[in-house]
Structure formats: C-alpha cells, structure tokens
C-alpha cells in the first residue's frame, strides 16, 4: 500500500490567491514527521515546511501552512498569496520515527501552475 | 556553505552500458541516501549510509545497481548494465544526524537509457 498519497497530479491557481495541495498518508505509527518539498525546474529538492505527529498546532512558515488533520491522515499544503516563482512541483512525505526512521516515503506530487 | 551536489546532471546511455553517478554530501553529514523517481512516479528510497557503512539498501531494485561510500565521504552510485526501466532522476540527499529531520537534497541526476 502506498504510504503518502498525493491526488493532484496538476494544478493551476491565480497569482495572489491561495492555493491547497493535498497529501495523506498511511502509517500505523504513533510517532512520525511529515513534510513537504517543492522542486523548481531547476530540479532541487527544498525543504518547505515540516509537522511532527505530537504538534498540537499546525506548521506555519512563512507563506506556507500545514493543514493537519490526525484523524484524517492528512497533510495538505496551503500557499497563501500565490507568487509566480511557486510553480514548481510539490513533494509529501513522510517519516516514520520507530521503524524504518532513516527512510522518507513520497507521494507522486503535483505540479503546481501559477498565472499572472 | 555548499550543498549536496550530483553529477552529472544529465546522462544519456544505450542499454547495456554503464554509468556512475556521484553525490558529495553537505560536508559533517554522516548520512547519505539515494532515492529514485521514474517516469513521473513517487520518489523511492534506495539506500541508506552511515558514514561508509550501508545501513539499510532495502530499495535497491537489483543486483546490476551498486553503490559506495568511500571514507565516508562522497558516495557512487553505478548501473551495470543498464536497462530501459533504470531510467529516471536519481536523487542524492544528506543528513547529519538520523532522526526525523528533514533531509537536504542535491538537484538530480536525469539518466535515460535508450
């Protein structure tokens, strides 16, 4: 079974709105990380944001917020005020902290479109 | 500081070739790993190193991939012979410590295999 499922393979959004990239996940760990990665064109993978299985409060950086849903096994993306230089594909994953904790699992991301 | 780089960055081989692919890890990172994502697929864990030593190569899809760590520093990862199916971006990503911290990856190696 897959581990992070990501169910946009694309996506498109206006310039300065919000846009939300969904993620869930499959662990039967009490204790895990999740974590999203944005790689531009120019194929580097970078770290956006992380939330930990115990943060009570959603992770928030910047422009980029986690919604967490425990319940739901959900991990979804939120940009806010979408920028041109946010088109870029968006990588989930998911590290589970007590087995297999040197391994990260990716969903198949999605490729997010910005228009002016 | 620099940070995870791969080379190349493209490689274009015919089946039954081989070809080695190199990651330089962030400097002081002990742990080094490859993951692999083709044709448009999720990304997938091939291998873990602790400084020299494998610590988990669960991921590798076969014995034609074979991958090294000398002194613990910079990493090969080699394809002997190479097969259409190897095609894809092979990812080289560093950490310094194996907790649940995030991992630091390098830009990619695009290998296509024709």
């Known amino acids: 079974a897959q581990k992070i499922t990501q169910t946009q393979p694309g996506m498109f959004v206006q310039e300065k709105e919000a846009v939300t990239l969904d993620c869930t996940y499959d662990t039967s760990d009490q204790s895990y990380g999740l974590f999203w990665y944005k790689q531009p064109s120019s194929g580097e993978m970078i770290f956006l944001i992380y939330?930990?299985?115990?943060?009570?409060q959603n992770a928030t950086e910047g422009r980029y917020s986690l919604n967490f849903q425990k319940a739901r096994k959900s991990a979804n993306l939120v940009i806010s005020a979408s920028q041109l230089g946010d088109s870029a594909m968006y990588f989930c994953?998911?590290?589970?902290?007590?087995?297999?904790?040197?391994?990260?699992?990716f969903g198949s991301g999605t490729k997010l479109n910005v228009k002016p | 500081e620099a940070g995870v780089t791969q080379f190349p960055s493209h490689s274009v081989i015919e089946k039954g070739q081989t070809v080695t692919l190199r990651c330089d890890p962030i400097?002081?990172?002990?742990?080094l790993y490859w993951y692999r994502r083709v044709m448009g697929k999720e990304i997938k864990f091939l291998l873990h190193f602790v400084k020299e030593s494998k610590q988990d190569e669960s991921g590798m899809p076969n014995n034609r991939f074979l991958a090294e760590r000398t002194g613990g520093t910079y990493s090969t990862l080699k394809v002997q012979p190479a097969e259409l199916e190897d095609s894809g971006v092979y990812f080289c990503?560093?950490?310094?410590?194996?907790?649940?911290?995030?991992?630091?990856f390098g830009s990619g190696t695009q290998l296509s295999v024709l």
């Open positions: 400097s002081g990172h002990d742990n």
């Open positions: 994953a998911m590290r589970e902290a007590l087995y297999n904790f040197n391994k990260f699992y």
């Open positions: 939330q930990g299985s115990y943060d009570e």
């Open positions: 990503a560093s950490s310094p410590h194996a907790t649940n911290e995030k991992l630091f």
